[in-house]
DNA sequence: CTGAAAGCGCTTACAG
DNA sequence: CTGAAAGCGCTTACAG
């Protein structure tokens, strides 16, 4: 036999185990109010209530128009927890991002959850840096809070978040770092071909001694700005002149810097800078350290068009990522995932351009001449 | 009479209205594991299970261990939307932030999520710029959501937010604003002296005529560097030579030194700008639309100390917001009045320092004897 | 269109 | 220490 009334598990005990079915109409004395406290009010089951709020859900006019007066009078709204809870789906999102001291990713970070609030989802951020035991612990926490998908930004070749969104059966998609053929759905701009345009401009504007400062080889952005450039040079009969991996790191990529140039007899002529973000310590070590004049003395080319790019201190030419494109792309590559299984994972490479400004000397340029 | 075995919402049916009862050990078919599947597979009740889950619940070492080891090879981890529904609580912060391009904001978010991330919650964000319908919005949100609290950074004197959230009954802390005695909960540095004191390593350094770039008026913050640097000028016999709001933005910032740098016959000696943010983009006008020499022309003050503050091409004399004993300040008071409501609402004004570096002359410096 | 009922996956008094 | 039961606040077939 079921009992009726039984003490609830909060708020104070009512009469005895067969009491306490008078509960008179109004809002529930534990605070929130539910779906129950609007039906009764409205004189309606609360199925209807829940239909009222369910878009789509068959409800006459005048019970719809009734049940949303009593709603607003109470201040009702469901709780989409319990929702989530029956559904099975959340409609939030986990973002996984780290190093926002690159603008470049708070930038990014900024339009996701814009994006994303725009479509309906809410976002769920977790900073995770590339060590296993952190993303190990992320990817347990996504899974308990049920998100139904992941974004993350700057995850490394190796590590395994990707598979282990992959056994849970969780929607995920890298953002500005992919992991070849057989990784989850990627949005990067076009890497490669983008390194390739910086070494043409470069060599075109007459620099022959030309060194880089990669990104981090254990990611497919940093690989593939190097390999770009590097075939964009080979192309033209031009060697690197010097080549040091700067880890996405300032204070590497300015020791970079430092060795690069150390011999005062013979410097290079040019710097292309795997990111915007090491470019401006590169820029501050040659001026203020070395003393040299930019670009007079030196070229500096960076990556990604970071808000600092245009600042008119380092007024840095340097290849624009397609931030806006980019996000707008992997949030719909993932909404897709989501909505409907059967989307295959597929690598996105947008293409991007060669912002000019002065941090370089330009082909056809006074300072060329 | 209940009904037994009849279909569930989702999954295949089973035979009939009556039957269906015959379910095999194993995982449910559904794909996620329950705590059932593992009381069935331990041989024990799902309460059983639920206390082996709860920290301080009683279940015996053996039980307990039993249960643990059917978990882990089932992969079981508790349904945290689930235990949320019951027990009223998420373990969800809400963070609201916006202008992430002021990166002394991206800092403090990435403080602030993984402080709170520490202490076992997650954090679900909200960009919200200073609307009166996006913090409507946002706060419908975070009540649909069931937040435990809310950290709110850069809210404005006049908006609701505070009103919404006291309504209903959710905590707030506000971070690096607050709004006064009546205000929330609100942590941030001491505005007022810290301007103060630029106001005294300028006029101790030299400069005579000194103008002010200032924060929004609409904020605390902004009003209070205005309020302490006018008064520590004043107490030095010193008036201001000129004050233009730049409402932390860098375009009308820079328009503010444009305007205030307009006579080449009668210029400042020295600028505060009311945060860092701004001051970049005034030093950069000074530079080179203007020609002047910093510090050697005129001395450029900013505050929070925001990361590119240290970089070279400023090198900035800012006065530093403690961020981190912000953040750990923030987050404790905002976790003290979940767990135990009866801490009343203050405001923290933490004492910061002012970082010396070349954007100013000093008091005793070469450039300024 | 509408209501009664079952159930999402847990937690927690309660009684043994 | 342990299990049976109720219930958190919803959604959704099902039957009228």
Not at 65 to 90: D, F, M, W
Not at 144 to 154: K, L, M, T, Y
Not at 280 to 296: N, S, T
Not at 306 to 313: G, H, L
Request: glycine share 10%; net charge neutral.
């Amino acid at each position: 036999m079921k009992h009726q009334g039984s003490n609830s598990l909060r708020g104070p005990p009512r009469s005895g185990p067969y009491g306490g079915a008078a509960r008179g109409p109004g809002p529930a004395a534990s605070g929130r109010v539910t779906s129950h406290d609007v039906a009764r009010l409205a004189g309606v089951s609360q199925s209807a209530v829940s239909r009222a709020f369910s878009p789509g859900a068959s409800v006459s006019p005048k019970t719809l128009e009734k049940i949303k007066r009593v709603a607003e009078s109470l201040n009702y709204r469901p709780n989409v927890i319990a929702r989530s809870l029956i559904t099975g789906r959340s409609r939030v999102i986990g973002l996984v991002v780290a190093y926002l001291g690159n603008s470049f990713y708070s930038e990014a970070l900024e339009n996701l959850s814009q994006v994303l609030q725009k479509k309906g989802y809410h976002v769920l951020i977790f900073m995770a840096y590339n060590t296993d035991e952190e993303l190990d612990r992320v990817v347990h926490d996504l899974l308990d809070h049920q998100v139904d998908g992941i974004i993350a930004a700057s995850v490394s070749l190796s590590n395994s978040l990707s598979e282990r969104c992959g056994a849970a059966g969780i929607p995920l998609v890298l953002f500005n770092r992919h992991q070849g053929e057989h990784g989850p759905t990627a949005v990067t701009s076009d890497n490669y071909d983008g390194a390739k345009q910086v070494a043409r401009f470069m060599a075109r504007a007459g620099c022959r001694k030309i060194a880089h400062i990669a990104g981090w080889s254990e990611s497919s952005t940093g690989c593939e700005r190097e390999a770009g450039f590097r075939d964009g040079l080979a192309e033209l009969g031009i060697e690197l002149k010097g080549c040091i991996d700067g880890a996405w790191n300032r204070r590497i990529a300015a020791e970079a810097a430092r060795s690069l140039f150390s011999d005062p007899g013979d410097r290079p002529d040019g710097v292309f800078v795997g990111n915007d973000h090491m470019a401006f310590a590169v820029m501050d070590v040659l001026r203020y350290e070395l003393g040299l004049r930019i670009p007079e003395d030196v070229s500096v080319v960076g990556f990604d068009d970071a808000p600092q790019a245009a600042w008119k201190s380092y007024d840095l030419t340097t290849f624009r990522q397609p931030i806006g494109a980019m996000v707008d792309l992997a949030v719909e590559a993932l909404l897709e995932r989501i909505d409907n299984n059967a989307l295959e994972k597929r690598h996105f490479a947008i293409p991007g351009r060669l912002v000019v400004r002065n941090s370089a000397k330009s082909p056809g340029s006074p300072a060329n001449e």
